[in-house]
């Protein structure tokens, strides 16, 4: 069964850290480019950040840009998501997923046919 699974979801404070991870199992990890999105109450969701299959290349959305670090590790098959200095407008739940190619051409969610569950992110003013 193809499956991702978050967790390091939780409450902080503005200004504090957190890292995200995901497992993923079913399939060859290594041949995916692999993401994470967020989506908070009443708002669609949204790309955060991307990398491809090598890990080579990294993409990120203006917002998070210099503050959350997207990395992997092929031989765990492991998904992170290193966040600082967040603020309450990171707060989401935050999904982990699949993308179709080994390449993050294209970014939208709908290039990503797998998902995780979510794991809730709540950043404290």
């Known amino acids: 069964e193809v499956q991702l699974v978050e967790s390091g979801g939780g409450l902080v404070q503005s200004g504090g850290s957190q890292r995200l991870s995901c497992v993923a199992s079913?399939?060859?990890?290594?041949?995916?480019?692999m993401g994470w999105f967020r989506q908070a109450p009443g708002k669609e969701r949204e790309f955060v950040a991307g990398?491809?299959?090598?890990?080579?290349?990294?993409y990120y959305r203006d917002s998070v840009q210099g503050r959350f670090t997207i990395s992997r590790d092929n031989a765990q098959s492991t998904l992170y998501l290193q966040m600082t200095n967040l603020k309450p407008e990171d707060t989401a739940v935050y999904y982990c997923?699949?993308?179709?190619?080994?390449?993050?051409?294209?970014?939208?969610?709908?290039?990503?046919?797998?998902w995780g569950q979510g794991t809730q992110v709540t950043v404290s003013s």
């Open positions: 997923a699949r993308h179709r190619q080994r390449f993050l051409v294209v970014r939208r969610a709908s290039e990503f046919g797998v």
């Open positions: 990398i491809d299959w090598s890990a080579r290349s990294a």
């Open positions: 079913g399939f060859t990890f290594s041949n995916y480019g």
